[in-house]
């Protein structure tokens, strides 16, 4: 009996297939965040303003506003981590990492399943970039409170990187 297209996709793309796909896609540290995601369906967290459904809208958004309050703790506590102390620097860097012209800057990296791709034709503003990313880190902390710290953690290190590359310029 031959195997529905269901059952023909599982077996090429199970979770173990598709996380060692996307380890060696990556190495921005960011393997514990990609696990959780596959387990996030895309109705969850997918705004209206990315094609999710109408009647969906309202709980993407609730637990946006729930993931934005929990990636900005995990982004204070890395750049702590890194020895940002001063509140007035803590503060600037919190905003711009958290802005939802970051998110959508690093869409693709911190979403790089395929059951989270959206393709550009359909991606809305920043801000849906923005509603879409702090609504998986609320679902992703209900997986792993690790894997949102890698993301903050990711996000920062991209901070860095850009502060780096300016000063040696």
């Not at 996380?19 to 369906?41: I, K, Y």
């Not at 958004?61 to 993931?67: D, I, L, S, T, V």
Request: charged share 30%; proline share 3%; net charge neutral.
């Amino acid at each position: 009996m031959a195997a529905s297209p269901h059952q023909r996709r599982h077996t090429h793309c199970s979770p173990t297939t598709d996380s060692r796909r996307v380890r060696a896609r990556t190495d921005d540290g960011l393997s514990d965040w990609h696990d959780a995601m596959q387990r996030v369906p895309l109705t969850k967290i997918k705004p209206r303003g990315m094609g999710g459904a109408h009647e969906d809208d309202d709980t993407v958004k609730g637990e946006a506003q729930r993931g934005d309050l929990i990636i900005e703790l995990a982004i204070v506590d890395s750049l702590r981590a890194r020895g940002v102390v001063r509140v007035g620097d803590i503060e600037a860097r919190k905003a711009h990492l958290k802005a939802n012209r970051t998110f959508a800057e690093f869409f693709d990296n911190i979403f790089m399943h395929e059951h989270h791709h959206i393709p550009a034709h359909q991606r809305g503003s920043d801000h849906d970039h923005g509603t879409m990313v702090e609504a998986a880190v609320s679902a992703a902390e209900a997986i792993s409170s690790i894997a949102v710290k890698q993301l903050a953690d990711f996000l920062v290190r991209q901070l860095e990187d850009r502060k780096s590359t300016r000063l040696n310029s």
